[in-house]
């Protein structure tokens, strides 16, 4: 699941070496994207690597491989379905309005919860949306309060026990103790699950794994929208 601009920056960067054989620089990048820095376009590259759709090659400058792209990139820049502008205040009220729920034969009682989407263990990507299924939860893994459940994807959480393609249950709150993995709003517009961290004024979404660097805020920059309660996992 890419954002459009993660779209568009892949095919910029796969279009500029199919012309040339050589990746654009970050300038150009950022031109093309008609970003106002740089640093949005690190994170959009961080993204595209996390989710195996680029390579960056050590030691070496502009040196990026493409992997990958999506189908629709095949058929052209017009052909990527125009994706609905996100609303951060999708996350409403009445998810698990009561911990009554259903039975199955095994005798653990369930409640369902409404899947939200997917949601970046790395780093953040658009997530919560309005038109959720719904997933199974046994109510032994949920307090009080209102739940909603997201699918994980990427790795950087995995050194707290969190793998991509991970269901996360996740209580709604709006504020949150160090240390607590959260659901965090970013500049208003993206989402991310990281760990906590405050330290004066500043706001540090902490991943876990090495692979992956801690990323500091100002506190005006990240609203926390739930922190993490339970997770389910298939094999």
């Excluded at 502009?62 to 095949?74: M, N, S, T």
């Amino acid at each position: 699941m890419l954002t459009r601009k993660q779209y568009e920056l892949l095919l910029f960067i796969h279009e500029r070496q199919g012309d040339g054989g050589v990746s654009p620089s970050f300038d150009e990048m950022k031109d093309a994207l008609g970003l106002k820095s740089k640093s949005g376009i690190h994170r959009l590259i961080s993204a595209l690597e996390e989710r195996g759709f680029i390579r960056r090659l050590p030691h070496r400058a502009r040196a990026i491989e493409v992997l990958r792209i999506p189908e629709v990139a095949g058929r052209g820049r017009q052909t990527a379905e125009p994706k609905p502008r996100f609303q951060p205040n999708v996350i409403q009220g009445g998810f698990a309005p009561s911990l009554q729920g259903r039975t199955p034969p095994g005798g653990t009682e369930t409640i369902p919860l409404p899947m939200l989407g997917r949601i970046a263990a790395g780093t953040p990507i658009e997530a919560l949306r309005a038109d959720a299924a719904s997933v199974e939860v046994p109510v032994s893994l949920l307090g009080h309060g209102e739940h909603y459940a997201l699918e994980v994807a990427g790795d950087s959480m995995i050194e707290a026990g969190i793998l991509d393609g991970d269901t996360v249950l996740i209580q709604r709150c709006d504020t949150a103790d160090n240390g607590t993995i959260v659901v965090a709003l970013v500049d208003e517009n993206e989402v991310t699950l990281k760990r906590l961290r405050r330290k004066g004024a500043t706001i540090a979404l902490e991943p876990a794994n090495p692979k992956y660097e801690t990323r500091i805020f100002g506190p005006d920059k990240v609203r926390v929208q739930g922190k993490l309660v339970g997770l389910l996992r298939r094999y």
